[in-house]
């Protein structure tokens, strides 16, 4: 691990168990979040020679995705998760890439030499840093003058119903734990427009745009989990109920089981997701 001296607590749970489920559902989970990585790279107007940075890539997919665009140039994928890391050079080495590279750093801290990106992009990877401002502009410092930036991160959390239908059906056992400030680490912290925006301005960015946009998420259904207990396993229910009794454990993926059943079609769950795509030049 390089520079690591802040989002302990991230580096921690990507280290641990959710790295570890990420790797078992690879797969399945990039084909549900593809579509919001491509409005992301769609909107970087990459070029065959660009370079660029993939901040928390991952399993690697997406640096994959990035890599095809830039056939003469680079993709360098930064991640704090090690065996997500582990399996996207696998990955790599097995499709034979050669124009990707990966680091297990913080992108927040990571020491980058300075202007050495054209594009910055992240898929639902940029939500979780304790100093967001310090951050930004630590990876705005790696990108050459007139680098542009794109990611895609949630809207708030009731405007996602991939997240609030399982989570509905587990508040009937279980309490949400106390968040005092909605914009903590997380997969929603930057669901507020105008927060985010200031975010990317205090870090020195110009041109910020935050696009609303919603797409479908098309879950694959497993043979040999419960519908409940797939969504225990990568949503943020899983986290939720990861102390719990087992029969309450049980109880919350009975319920959630019966919730999402209401959202089965063409052997898929397939609910809305809602985010925004963010771009914003240097």
């Not at 802040?6 to 959710?18: E, H, L, M």
């Not at 489920?21 to 070029?47: C, H, N, P, Y």
């Not at 229910?237 to 079609?265: H, K, W």
Request: charged fraction near 20%; hydrophobic fraction near 40%; aromatic fraction near 8%.
């Amino acid at each position: 691990m390089n520079e690591n001296g802040s989002n302990a607590d991230q580096i921690k749970y990507w280290n641990s168990q959710a790295g570890a489920q990420w790797v078992k559902g690879r797969e399945s989970m990039d084909k549900t979040l593809s579509a919001f990585g491509q409005l992301a790279i769609d909107a970087l107007a990459l070029s065959a020679n660009s370079r660029v940075l993939d901040v928390g890539c991952g399993c690697g997919d997406t640096s994959f995705s990035l890599a095809e665009k830039v056939i003469n140039g680079s993709v360098e994928g930064v991640d704090i998760s090690e065996p997500m890391l582990a399996h996207a050079e696998e990955l790599r080495l097995g499709l034979g890439i050669e124009n990707v590279r990966f680091d297990n750093a913080d992108a927040a801290v990571k020491s980058f030499t300075p202007q050495t990106f054209d594009r910055v992009f992240s898929r639902f990877g940029v939500m979780f840093f304790d100093d967001p401002v310090a951050a930004f502009s630590n990876i705005r410092h790696s990108l050459a003058p007139g680098g542009k930036l794109s990611f895609v991160c949630w809207r708030p959390a009731p405007e996602n119903e991939w997240t609030m239908v399982p989570t509905k059906a587990a508040l009937q056992y279980v309490s949400l734990p106390e968040q005092v400030n909605p914009n903590s680490p997380g997969p929603f912290a930057f669901g507020d427009k105008e927060y985010t925006s200031s975010i990317l301005e205090s870090a020195g960015f110009s041109d910020v745009v935050m696009e609303a946009k919603n797409l479908p998420m098309c879950f694959a259904i497993s043979k040999n989990k419960s519908l409940g207990q797939q969504f225990a396993e990568t949503g943020p229910v899983g986290r939720i109920i990861a102390s719990a009794a087992e029969d309450v454990r049980q109880s919350v993926i009975d319920s959630m089981t019966v919730a999402l059943e209401a959202y089965v079609a063409d052997d898929q769950v397939k609910m809305d997701g809602a985010v925004w795509l963010v771009t914003a030049s240097n």
